[in-house]
């Protein structure tokens, strides 16, 4: 079974999002989700990397309700700072430094950064020990450091408890 479905779960969502995408469940486009949910997966097994482990999931889904608490509230603020006065916006770039190890967990991080409105992942560090994370409102050193303790706090130390 593991040979003709190495990725069940990736399996699946290449068929019900071929089928969403298309808004068809005809006959012709069934077939299709099915063979790329056979097929993509066959041909990208050798590129895949070790599956990532969860530790806990109670937390994961915490992490998972503070996230969209934050894109709710951060869509505010970034609307609030775009219509207000181009003075009230002082975007910088960050270099956050990193504890988390597994390549998952930053990528979620990562992830995490770019999907909450207002700052963007934009480099990781040859060595995996710090994000640089693009601010639309980071005016001084202060709010830096509040960006760096904010991300470390809220996303970065339950990610930890997630993947490592």
């Known amino acids: ?13 290449l068929g019900v999002s071929w089928l ?4 068809s469940a005809s006959v012709g486009h069934l077939l299709l989700a099915l063979a790329l949910a056979l097929v993509v997966p066959l041909c990208t097994a050798r590129y895949r990397v070790d599956p990532p482990r969860l530790r806990n999931g109670a937390v994961l889904l915490r992490l998972m309700g503070r996230v969209l608490v934050d894109i709710v ?25 990193l504890t988390l190890r597994d390549p998952h967990a930053i990528v979620a991080l990562a ?19 710090h994000l640089l994370v693009h601010a639309l409102h980071c005016p001084d050193d202060a709010a830096e450091a509040q960006l760096i303790a904010d991300i470390q706090t809220r996303y970065e130390a339950p990610l930890r408890e997630i993947f490592e």
């Open 20 to 23: 969403l995408l298309n808004e």
């Open 73 to 97: 509230l951060s869509n505010f603020e970034v609307a609030r700072r775009v219509l207000g006065p181009e003075t009230g916006m002082r975007s910088r770039f960050v270099w956050v430094p």
């Open 111 to 129: 992830g995490i950064v770019t999907l909450t409105p207002g700052t963007l992942s934009s480099d990781l560090s040859p060595d995996r020990g």
């Open 1 to 13: 079974m593991k040979r003709w479905l190495p990725a069940p779960l990736l399996s699946l969502m």
